[in-house]
């Protein structure tokens, strides 16, 4: 079977293989995900998909029973299904990605948006907040003007994340409230 066959099982026929069947499978697509993340990788390019699996770890079928081997199919049916997990699709996406940028104001160097996006992703490890819609337009061009400085890395994570806490402190005080534990008092 070909990758795009396997990819195309449907959830009753996974559901329906013994595990020496599904195993293979899961196999031959474990070596067609690996070897296209090792491509970006060798690239120097870091993508939303392969953030995803550098964060829960590379593709293997190695002691895994019967429903983990049906999880890690879906895993890698999502990544070789992501548009973001090939040099063709990832390109398209910074294009897209900039243009609806530029379209809120906000224009960003192809050259830096690499940079950017993973300054960003550090900053939403650190402080989810940064993912809320309207946030998440200011930190990228707070990020991109930054860079544009000669900031190093650190530096912008700290800063962002030091006034992001500024922020939550003043509106803490609007709302009339001294502390987080006078917010939470009962009266």
Do not use: H
Request: proline residues 2%; charged residues 30%; hydrophobic residues 30%.
């Amino acid at each position: 079977m070909t990758t795009s066959e396997l990819l195309n099982l449907s959830s009753v026929e996974i559901s329906k293989l013994k595990k020496p069947q599904l195993r293979k499978i899961v196999q031959t697509l474990a070596s067609t995900s690996n070897k296209r993340l090792k491509r970006l990788q060798q690239k120097g390019i870091s993508t939303p998909a392969s953030r995803y699996v550098n964060k829960i770890g590379k593709f293997s079928t190695k002691g895994k029973n019967i429903n983990q081997l049906r999880a890690e199919y879906i895993r890698e049916k999502n990544f070789l299904q992501s548009k973001t997990s090939t040099l063709k699709g990832y390109k398209q996406f910074k294009k897209e990605v900039q243009k609806s940028l530029s379209e809120k104001g906000i224009n960003i160097s192809s050259d830096n948006l690499e940079q950017i996006f993973k300054i960003y992703e550090k900053l939403k490890d650190i402080n989810p907040s940064v993912a809320e819609k309207n946030l998440k337009y200011v930190t990228l061009q707070e990020i991109s003007e930054e860079l544009k400085d000669g900031q190093t890395e650190d530096e912008i994570i700290s800063r962002i994340n030091d006034n992001l806490s500024q922020m939550y402190e003043q509106e803490m005080e609007l709302e009339n409230y001294g502390t987080i534990s006078d917010f939470f008092k009962i009266e």
